[in-house]
DNA sequence: CTAAATTTACTCGTATACAAATTATTTTCC
DNA sequence: GGAAAATAATTTGTATACGAGTAAATTTAG
């Protein structure tokens, strides 16, 4: 079994090799490479359920608990109840959440920009619709 | 932050989308996806050293002593002291790993299409020539 | 209206992934 | 030859990833 005819396995050794790049991007705030991405979107869409959050960055719930306990832990984020359902909570981010979101955001472009410069333009647009495409 | 604007977390995505694929398709022989590839690898080149198997894989070699724990708990590969060198071990599959190994490596070509059915063969190309590049 | 079904977040158990430290062995270099 | 450096595999600790099960709250059916 030839390893990069595999397609599962060449995506999941592009993915490592991506995040392996973020996670040391972002490494200086404190946070790992996912923490980052759940701050980041955070940042542009504050106090919502942990449901949505879910959804929007397609993390299984059961993951997402222990990522809101870290970040939470670290004065990131809070939960709070929700009012119209007692079932759900709210996520938002703390004073200090937001700070740390806002430097992530300025990376993350950069650092998209850096790990992808190996490909034209036109390539890496192909790529992201491809990928897309399968996601 | 725009979730699918980052390509780390595209790629992740994606390969987490693959593999939960993967693992469907090998979950009736009793095996993980990362278990299914090194078995499929060690069935064209067996008897290696743990380091080869490692370097080949792109696995981590902490992260490749469980695998190989667990592998071997099923009785599907063994590992022995390479008389050439006191500190390396050999990995080797068992006969009934020579089986599994067999059965997985029947699988992986139609999961590898099934899961890139989308894609014309152009694009499935395409797709593999930019992630390589990235790998 | 109430019993059943559904939903939400959480817990638990197992499997990677990986940095850092450890042990045993081998290689290098003087 | 022997001390120092390098290498191989393992261990340890932390962080996802995810299936399965749970408790509490809400919604749906009859």
Chains 1, 2 share one sequence.
Request: charged residues 25%; hydrophobic residues 40%; positive net charge.
């Amino acid at each position: 079994m030839n390893i990069n005819d595999c397609i599962f396995f060449l995506l999941t050794k592009c993915s490592q090799t991506g995040v392996k790049f973020w996670a040391q991007k972002v490494s200086s705030l404190g946070v790992t490479a996912v923490q980052a991405m759940v701050l980041g979107f955070l940042s542009e869409e504050d106090m919502i359920t942990s449901r949505q959050l879910g959804e929007r960055t397609t993390i299984d719930s059961a993951t997402l608990t222990g990522i809101l306990d870290r970040l939470e832990n670290m004065g990131y984020t809070k939960r709070q109840s929700n009012p119209d359902d007692g079932r759900s909570i709210m996520i938002s981010l703390t004073a200090a959440g937001k700070k740390v979101a806002f430097d992530i955001r300025t990376l993350v472009d950069n650092a998209n920009q850096e790990f992808l410069q190996k490909l034209s333009k036109e390539e890496e647009a192909m790529l992201r619709g491809l990928l897309r495409r399968l996601k």
